[in-house]
């Protein structure tokens, strides 16, 4: 049987998950707001019974086993460990959390509770172009992975800001591009399977206000990023966020991975290959439109909706097993906290690079105390 | 009368360009080459009577009164300067010599010499697209051009190395995508009117070798770069230029230009504008097919031969004035050797930004002493 679901949010995202876990076959047995009246709202819309702006109210409740986290970044940590710790299964939206601080919560909250399912929401690694991508590249159809010496990205959507001013809009809450940025700096990992050793970045605000934002709060997160990473191999990926693009729903997305033996490429929701010596790309996959319901009212692109709903359905899998609560298999492909924990650290260097103008390494958090690298720099002196 | 033209060099350009020449009415009156047998090849192909490896057996010629130099790039600068001494017009071929040194040296001698032609071959400047681009900036029809906040460049090449070994495969010669990338400094300055004020890039080689090219010479020229620049202004300009991509003798360049009532975007010939408020992009100016030979056996991509076919054309126009010897006006967007001087710095900066992993200010040598700056620190330390 699929476990009860509770989900923490009242936004966009909450607005298309909520039909996607019904059509799947799970019940969402409660929403939470920030506000009562933002949570009343969206249960009346979504046909939910029941609906609180308290945070335990949802995890104490017994027919609910899984909750999603699509709320705002601040309490992704705060909710995570406390869902986990009453022994819920948890899918945080990325980014994890605020900065490394909070990822490195949910990251020990998950590793004490490894019988729970803890995933951060990277959508794009269940799109079947990115799925396919990463066999053709794991099967080394141009060229061993070590031997990948490119990868290129290239996003442009409409825009990054919602209707109403929420966190989107807000740099220190991680809104606008640099969300973004980690779904990408996330997809790289996925693909390529390696992590960035140092990074460079150009952030900038260029849009201000909208049409429905221009009062006293204004935009200050970032609409625009363009930004490079050395992977541990050497390997360079290059990559342009813009989101002046139009019309303003506009969505398109181009990721090129130039190997030994010739290139892997996605345009939108399809697969190319270009094998050395060949005249011409042939198509590996092809995208099929099997989305059952209207996105077009949504501000969420349609690639991300089209993976979150393979994830749920993977979720589907995970628990649908009858040897045991659920099982891991459908589920490996997602990102986990950890993985939430290496953006946090890629984002933050990114975020200095663009202040110091200059390259710089990317320093993952670890649990060591704050003065380690001082104690050994002392143990090396005391040792020559 | 049109001037009777003599060719320095024998390679791609020189085949390109002699044919063009004729088509507009000029006589192509000798070819230079750097071996008797390389210039007597180019004579016999483009069926011009006299050819020579001396320099000076060019430039004495009484009925060559326009030299076009389009060798080697460390030759520039000498037969720049020889040309304008002896009293010859002159377009040289970008790069405007190996290094800001070079350029200066052009430069003063351009200036020595102001009743003469002196230009640097910069095709894209004369390409519909962006001549008409360039006219919708200054007609602020996506607002004032100080307030155009970014511009991004993306050029995909199928390879820029010819069949035979020669400069262009030479990092230190300012082959490879160095080359490239002064083109698109180029364009920038031309388009927005403003020039460089620091940049960051990162430049990579990947191909080392290709089937024609595997001895005991490999390639060591870039064939990738990836740019940023910031403007006087603070404008904001991101550049990609790639390689890798196929076919062999595909090229795509998208040049977009983003101001504060919409945008403007060169894609291959064709030019669009979005203005605020409306739905989608209409298009300004839609390229038209007429160059009257056949192009698909020249390395040079299609826009560039089509710009350097307008460029002549613009020459022809300078020289048929009845007035005087010739007019500026037809010429007068055409680059400078000062452009030329610029570009160079801006291409220093970027192979030094390469290197120190950080952004790097563009400085433009000048006529000053070497010890200019301190000579201005003493000063002012004795005045304080």
Chains 1, 2 share one sequence.
């Not at 039909?19 to 939910?48: D, H, S, Y």
């Not at 390696?194 to 260029?206: P, S, T």
């Not at 924990?341 to 105390?369: F, G, H, M």
Request: hydrophobic share 45%; aromatic share 8%; glycine share 8%.
């Amino acid at each position: 049987m699929l476990p009860g679901v509770g989900v923490f949010g009242t936004g966009e995202i909450a607005n298309v998950l909520v039909p996607l876990l019904r059509e799947k076959g799970f019940e969402v047995r409660a929403i939470w707001g920030r506000t009562l009246k933002e949570a009343k709202e969206t249960a009346t819309a979504q046909n939910v019974s029941f609906h609180t702006n308290v945070i335990d109210d949802v995890l104490l409740r017994k027919d609910v086993d899984l909750v999603f986290i699509v709320c705002q970044p601040f309490l992704h940590a705060e909710i995570s460990v406390k869902a986990l710790g009453i022994g819920k299964h948890v899918v945080c939206d990325k980014p994890a959390g605020l900065h490394q601080q909070d990822a490195l919560k949910m990251v020990r909250a998950s590793q004490y509770y490894p019988t729970l399912i803890s995933l951060v929401n990277h959508p794009l690694r269940f799109l079947p172009a990115f799925t396919h991508m990463r066999r053709c590249l794991q099967e080394e159809l141009i060229g061993p992975l070590p031997e990948v010496v490119l990868m290129d990205v290239r996003v442009q959507m409409g825009t990054l800001f919602p209707e109403k001013y929420n966190w989107m809009c807000d740099a220190q809450m991680g809104g606008g591009a640099l969300n973004l940025v980690g779904s990408v700096v996330d997809l790289v990992t996925f693909l390529l399977q390696q992590q960035a050793v140092r990074v460079h970045g150009v952030l900038r605000a260029y849009t201000k206000t909208t049409p429905a934002i221009n009062g006293i709060r204004q935009i200050t997160a970032p609409d625009f990023c363009n930004f490079q990473m050395e992977l541990a191999s050497g390997t360079l990926v290059t990559v342009a966020l813009h989101s002046h693009t139009v019309p303003a729903k506009a969505f398109s997305q181009e990721v090129l991975v130039y190997g030994s033996k010739g290139h892997l490429v996605v345009r939108g929701g399809d697969l190319f290959v270009l094998k050395e010596g060949q005249p011409k790309e042939e198509a590996v996959y092809v995208d099929v439109q099997d989305l059952h319901f209207a996105t077009n009212n949504s501000l969420l692109p349609r690639p991300y909706i089209k993976g979150l709903c393979k994830m749920v359905g993977a979720l589907k899998e995970a628990f649908g097993s009858k040897e045991s609560s659920w099982v891991k298999a459908p589920v490996s492909t997602a990102a986990t906290f950890e993985d939430g924990l290496y953006v946090q650290a890629v984002v933050e260097a990114i975020r200095k690079s663009n202040e110091s103008r200059q390259w710089q390494r990317v320093q993952l958090s670890t649990d060591a105390p704050l003065n380690h690298d001082q104690i050994i720099r002392y143990a090396r002196m005391s040792t020559m």
